[in-house]
C-alpha cells in the first residue's frame, strides 16, 4: 500500500507540475486561491466578534451566568 501511495502522489506532482508550466494557467489558479483566501477571511469575520456587538455579547454573557447560577443554588 506504501509504493502505491508514493507512486500516486509522484504522478500527482508531475502532474501539477505541468500544468503550472503555463503561465495562463498559474494565473487560473492564483485567481481561485485569492478568491477563496478573500471567502474564508469574510466567513472568519462574519463569525467573529464585532466591536459594535459588544452589547449582545453582555447580554449573551449575562444569560450564561443565570443558568449557571441556578445550577449552583440547586447543588447547595
Known amino acids: 500500500m506504501g509504493k502505491i501511495t508514493k507512486v ?3 504522478a500527482g506532482a ?3 507540475a505541468a ?3 503555463k503561465s495562463e494557467n498559474r494565473q487560473k ?3 481561485q486561491l485569492d ?3 478573500k ?3 469574510s ?3 462574519k463569525n467573529s466578534g464585532k466591536p459594535s456587538d459588544i452589547d449582545d ?3 449573551v454573557d449575562e444569560g450564561a451566568m443565570t443558568s449557571v447560577q441556578y445550577y449552583n443554588r440547586k447543588q447547595e
Do not use: E, I, P, R
Open 19 to 21: 500544468y503550472l508550466s
Open 43 to 45: 466567513s472568519y469575520a
Open 57 to 59: 455579547a453582555k447580554m
Open 8 to 10: 500516486v502522489g509522484v
Open 29 to 31: 489558479v492564483k485567481g
Open 35 to 37: 478568491k477563496t483566501v
Open 39 to 41: 471567502k474564508v477571511n
Open 14 to 16: 508531475v502532474a501539477g
